[in-house]
Every structure is written in C-alpha cells, then in structure tokens.
C-alpha cells in the first residue's frame, strides 16, 4: 500500500498538473466506489480544483464547497486519464474535467483523472464531504497526528498510553497517521531497535529515536517520490530491509530476518536491532503476543 511519502509526492504531482482545472462530472463505474450519499458530487461541478491534498493515506481531491478523499487502499491508483474509454480496466471512478482551461501542466488533451483498482477486492473509495468538515468526519476524523512532523514529546505520550509493540504502533493509522508496513520496518531499522520493542518501555527514552527514524525515512521516500514519474510501485521503493529477506544488512552486512503474519512481513537486522537475538516466528510460536 502506498505510504505517505508516495501519497504525498503524488498529490503534489497531480495538483501541479489539475489545479485550477474545472469539474464537470464525477461517475462513480460501480456502487461501491462512492461511500457518501450526502453532499452530492455535483455540489463541485464547475468549480475549480484547488489542489489535491493529503491526510495520512489519503488523497484529497479538493473544491471550495466539496472535497473528495479518495483512500487507494493496496492497489489502488489515481491518474490522468487521455483515453475516457466508457468502461475503463479496473476503473472505479472519474473526474472529468472541462477541456481547455488548464492553468496547471495537464496538457489539454488529458482532462480526467481517473480511480482505478485492479483485481477484485473493491476496496479503494471515495468520500465526498463538505470541504470545512472533511477532517473532522469519517474517515479522516480517527486519524492520529500526522507522522511528519510528530515530535518526541509527542510520542512519548502516545507511547505512554498503551503499551504495545512499537511495529503495530506505528501501524496503527488512529496513533499516528501515513505509516505502513514498509516504514514500520524501515523506521525501526534505523532507529536500531526491535520490532517487537514495547512502546511503554520506549516511552521512558526511545521516542527520540524514533522519532528522528521517522522523520529521516520520510524524508528519503519524499525525495525519491518527487524523483519518479508517478507513483511507485511497492517493489520499487526505497528499503533497507523491508523484502529482504535473507539479503545483507546495508549497515552491518548480517542476514536480514523475517517474522510472517498473515497479512504482512517484518523485517529486520539481529546485529542492529535486537543485540543478535532471532525474533519468534509468528507460525511457530504461539506464546508471543
Ligand atoms: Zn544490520
């Protein structure tokens, strides 16, 4: 799934080319696309683009009276649409904006942006809500902080509040917001701690750590984000030791480990990490919370 750095270098992409754009049209292509009957989306229609935002995961597709969240979920993708086909491949919504009024670097001929999601899941949305309560309603509204920018302080309170192992913490979008299961490996990477480290036991001297961890991982994905055409593919993003299974540690040179859960992989270096120790196998061991 895309991260904050994707998302963000994305939005920043698509509003340098479609801001001041002017809608005509949104057509959800199936029911589950469009997650809100109210506001209706043609509330935005011939208003321009402000910009596309951001919010955690999330896209914000933003006019002055209605704002679109459009959360790409795994394989989701927003992008400019020349061939307006009537049934696009994996299509799951459109922008259609009126030709010919581009102040923004779209060239004329590429006036829609289009949701697509391939495979079968249909898990990718769109939310179109008033723009002035769009962070304070679903979804965004259970968000925590955003991880840019969060301070040490900051998480040494969220830490504080429940103690949990510190990769589902910075998981977990409600504690802090745009993390994934690629930063999670990568910022405990380079904050050399363990995956399965406790936040309680963090809180008392770690959140400097990783807090710097953060900021310095997403400032990496950002300028390789900003560097890339268009978003990222997840194989092709930076990482010291998300998917490296069995690869040498780029610090240290030991073999990068793996503990697998049904829906992700941590990742991550004994020699750098957890003093040599080999983490329990989630499949073997049943006694590890
Ligand atoms: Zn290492």
Redesign the pocket.
């Known amino acids: 799934m895309p991260e904050m750095p994707e998302v963000q270098a994305h939005a920043e992409r698509l509003t340098k080319q479609f801001s001041g754009r002017v809608l005509d049209r949104f057509t959800p292509f199936n029911f589950t696309a469009l997650k809100t009957a109210v506001p209706p989306p043609d509330e935005a229609y011939d208003c321009p683009l402000i910009q596309v935002g951001r919010r955690g995961k999330y896209l914000l597709v933003e006019f002055e009276p209605v704002t679109f969240v459009v959360h790409l979920m795994q394989g989701g993708r927003l992008v400019p649409d020349a061939k307006l086909s009537a049934k696009p491949r994996g299509g799951q919504a459109r922008f259609l904006f009126t030709p010919g009024d581009a102040t923004g670097d779209a060239a004329d001929d590429v006036s829609a942006l289009l949701l697509t999601e391939q495979g079968k899941e249909r898990r990718a949305g769109v939310w179109c809500l008033p723009t002035e309560e769009v962070l304070t309603s679903p979804p965004l509204d259970r968000l925590g902080p955003e991880a840019t920018g969060v301070t040490a302080d900051e998480l040494a309170a969220l830490f504080a509040q429940k103690s949990v192992r510190i990769h589902g913490f910075l998981r977990d979008q409600r504690m802090i917001a745009g993390i994934g299961r690629r930063l999670a490996n990568e910022v405990c ?1 380079r904050a050399e701690i363990s995956p399965f480290a406790t936040t309680k036991k963090l809180a008392e001297s770690g959140a400097v750590l990783v807090a710097d961890a953060i900021q310095s991982c997403i400032e990496d994905g950002l300028d390789y984000g900003r560097s890339r055409p268009d978003m990222t593919s997840s194989r092709d993003r930076l990482s ?2 998300h998917r490296r299974t069995g690869e040498p ?6 073999s ?1 480990r793996a503990v697998e859960y049904s829906g992700y992989t941590v990742n991550y ?5 957890t003093s040599g120790k080999i983490l329990a196998d989630n499949t073997t061991s049943k006694f590890l919370k």
Do not use: N, S, W
């Open positions: 990477h010291a030791v540690c780029p610090v240290c040179d030991d990068i270096c004994p020699t750098c990490q």
